[in-house]
């Protein structure tokens, strides 16, 4: 079985896997990277109605794909129903996500989903069921496709004691939220 990694990326255009479509893409424009499952909150930046299915050299894939204020305004937007399913452990940490899109140029997001050198996005059917999640209170498409356990979600920061140790000792939870650096520093793993 191949291992999947996923990337959020910030395009310069509207369109699906601009890393291997856009002749003018960046490594700067990887905003973060996940291996194995996509973070929570990067999918809080989309809704149902931004996944598209477009053709590749590989085939039609989806992925979501929405403007950087938009994408930005849903997050913000996620904050109750992510607090009705998940608590302070996921709402405390999306202002770290919303800081670190600050620092990768592009004006589109989306999200890839490669296994070794292939494409390998979900269904779209199941992608779309996913964000649906942040227009309702059902957790469970968006826990499947996160592959996500709530008992491992990071505490909430404490904002009594200093960013640092909190983002170290947390370190494994908050990439299960917000995945890891890829070309650039990440305020998750060192505050920027």
Known sequence: ??????????????????????TDFEAEQVAAMADDAVPLLWLALFRAGDVSVGDTPWG????????RERGVANLAAAVPALGRMFGPPVTTHTDLLRQGLQWSPGDWLTIEWWCDDQ??????????????????????PLLELCGLDPADLPAPRDPATPLLPHLTAQATGLRLLLGR??????????PI
């Open 181 to 190: 650096a890829f070309h650039q520093l990440v305020p998750w793993e060192q």
């Open 119 to 140: 494409p390998c996005p979900p269904d779209p059917a199941a992608l779309r069921s996913a964000l649906a999640a942040f227009d309702g209170d059902r957790p469970g």
């Open 60 to 67: 039609p894939v989806c992925a979501p794909v929405v403007g």
């Open 1 to 22: 079985m191949s291992a999947t990694t996923v990337y959020l990326c910030a395009a310069g255009r509207p369109g699906i896997y601009p890393m291997e479509q856009d």
